[in-house]
């Protein structure tokens, strides 16, 4: 019985140890990226600078442990070696085709939908009394049918009856809308072209066909002449850069390169001469602005010699993907349309190059999580020719729709 327990006490030193070993290698380890973090966010005004400084000290812990990496890819590899085409209790599905999806064992009807678009349609209502016009976009979810294949039985999460059902609640309402399903999958582009295996966005060449498409249906319903002789949306007028099996997306971080593989990423920019500033305000609060030509102000171009694809997504390039706020202004073009665009990460690319047919495009996040912008109130304070708002599927909820709540907003 003494062995018994002695070796009990035994494994439970050498466990202490492992352990007590480990957190002060973690700790040294994430000793630089701790020491900045606390130093950014220690100085305190208010209540929430304390949970500030909490969250942004666990999310340093989370993201710099030591050894997640490695974690990561040898569950991975382990997945893979057992032909599995579900990952970590279902977060992600492995199609036939290698594309990672989102899974879903049940989706509960989302019995907000009808408040979502009468919130649309306040806005409209409201901006009308300023001559704006009002358009909702609908980009396409990377499942779709007849490509995204799954074994029998598997959960997969189809967004396309959610997005009808909205879009059908915006029609009642009044709201026009674009729906970009039809003419991103029915472009000629093949499905591997559209979007990419290891990320749920769309690719860059998606998104060049979608703000082609934006700018017919403007010119189309508007009656205005973005791009009467079709020049910006000539892609031979634009340079195109290719980097091979460089890119890991978000889906591919929690899965592993062993398991998801690498994406190929290309990069788009125009031949024609531009002047831009770009201005952001980021979730530190922190204000930006570059001015130049369209790589110098809008793209972050460091990012596509980075070898850090755990860290680092390439997609981000373009105007950092998502701040909550953006302002992008055209020099060269005072007189062009002025826009206010509701969006999330998706559209980074698209009004990048539509950037370069309007005078300047404001851009809203409305599922930031800190210093985000009162909707109402800077609708308020601006005027626009149009008022774009654009939703990935999966982000049609709740959190999104931070504006126009009560009904008296539109009287």
Known sequence: MKHFFMKKYIFAVVFLCILFGFGIANFVYQFDELSTTINKYSKFTEKNDIKTLISKVTNTINGELLGKINLVEAYGYIQELMDKNEIDNFSYAKDENGFLNYTSFYKEDDARLMQYAKQVRRLKESAEKKGTKTLFINPPDKYTEGFSQFDNGFPANDTNTTQDEFLTYLHNNGVPTLDLRKPILESGLPYEKLFYKTDHHWTVEAAFIGFCAIVEDMESRYGVQLDPDGFYRDLNNYDTYYYPQSMLGSMGRGSGINYSGLDD????????????????????????????????????LDLLSSKKVYSISKYDTYIETINPWDKITNNNNPNGPK???????????????????????HMIWPLATSNPIDIDEYLENNEFDYIFIELYPHNIKEEAFTFYKSENKSE
């Open 339 to 361: 826009i206010l665009c509701i969006r999330d990460s998706f559209f980074s690319p698209t009004l990048s190059f539509l950037s370069s047919l309007t005078s300047e495009i």
């Open 265 to 300: 990423f290309t990069l788009i920019t125009p031949k024609f001469k531009t002047d831009l500033t770009w201005e952001a305000q980021d979730l530190d609060g922190d204000k930006k602005m570059k001015t130049g030509s369209f790589e110098e102000s809008i793209l972050q």
